[in-house]
């Protein structure tokens, strides 16, 4: 457990001097420039899955439709566009279910077609789709307003992670769902889902949680801190499903001691969404 522990603490100690440069020195293009970066390379990694079980994919179709989702809500949120951005993306995403369909008129083996065109499909809307969302909170509210909210998630959900690594490796005894991921306890859920709690009320107790609009009070700190970081749970149990299904420990070799990037991103996939949908209700105005 120690060398993989320490091979941890060194990825995280570089990925979050990476994120903290990003979160402060890089401009709105740059941000999303890297969001997309990150977000074609765990398409790949999740491709990658269908390619051990034998479904073919189109791969090249499926990233540069998440570059230009990724894109065009920058472009709209910007203020350069002239159409909202939620109408930028479906013209992106109708646009890939149409040349999906008609990439197929040239493919010569036939017998696995709907696999393809389903696997393409999905793995658009899993990984770049859903992290979208981290594009839309930085841009929704001002660049500056969202660094704040996204910084925010990234505390809450990636410490609830840890939480949930130390908790289980200590003393879970419990397995939650073995079927799917026998190393995850009922007892490390408690401590991820405290660790993301804790730190949702430290942002709320040292600063407040305010970006433009949005003021968290008390209430809005517990419950979103809680909301998120059961969706980071879910979304990692779903990576692990998908990993379980092709029978692969983790997505690539990329980050020493972590995995892939998918790995690294899978509790984020699900936690940005709901943080989108809590402030867009909640701070509507």
């Known amino acids: 457990m120690l060398p993989s522990l320490g091979k941890r603490l060194i ?75 939620a109408e930028w993306e479906l013209l992106v995403i109708l646009a890939l279910v149409f040349l999906t ?32 969302f981290i594009v839309k909170l930085l841009m929704a509210g001002g660049i500056d307003s969202g660094r704040f909210l996204v910084l ?4 809450v959900v990636k410490w609830s992670d840890a939480g949930a690594y130390f908790v289980g490796c200590g003393c879970g005894r419990h397995k939650m769902i073995p079927r799917i991921s026998p190393g995850k306890t009922w007892e490390g859920l408690a401590g991820g889902l405290g660790a993301g709690l ?16 949005v003021d968290f009070t008390l ?5 979103i801190g809680l909301l998120i970081t059961a969706a980071g749970v879910c979304g990692d149990l779903v990576e692990s499903l998908f990993k379980r299904s092709v029978g692969v420990k983790d997505s690539s070799s990329v980050i020493r001691g972590m995995g892939g990037i998918l790995d690294v991103l899978d509790s984020l996939l699900f936690a940005a969404p709901v943080l989108y949908v809590c402030v867009r209700f909640l701070f509507a105005a």
């Open 11 to 85: 990825s995280a100690t570089f990925i979050v001097a990476f994120v903290l440069a990003a979160f402060f020195w890089f401009p709105s293009w740059a941000m999303v420039l890297t969001v997309a970066v990150i977000s074609a390379v765990a398409l790949i990694e999740f491709y990658g899955f269908l390619s051990a079980v034998g479904i073919p994919a189109f791969k090249g179709l499926g990233v540069v439709a998440g570059l230009a989702l990724q894109a065009v809500t920058w472009y709209a949120y910007a203020g350069t566009g002239s159409l909202p951005a």
């Open 219 to 223: 209430f809005d700190a517990i419950t």
């Open 101 to 132: 369909l008609i990439r197929c008129f040239y493919r010569k083996n036939s017998d696995k077609l709907i696999l393809t065109m389903a696997g393409t499909l999905l793995g658009f809307f899993y990984v770049p789709f859903l992290l979208n």
């Open 152 to 155: 925010y998630l990234l505390l």
């Open 198 to 213: 804790l730190v949702s009320l430290l942002v709320y107790f040292i600063g407040g949680i305010r970006a433009g609009t």
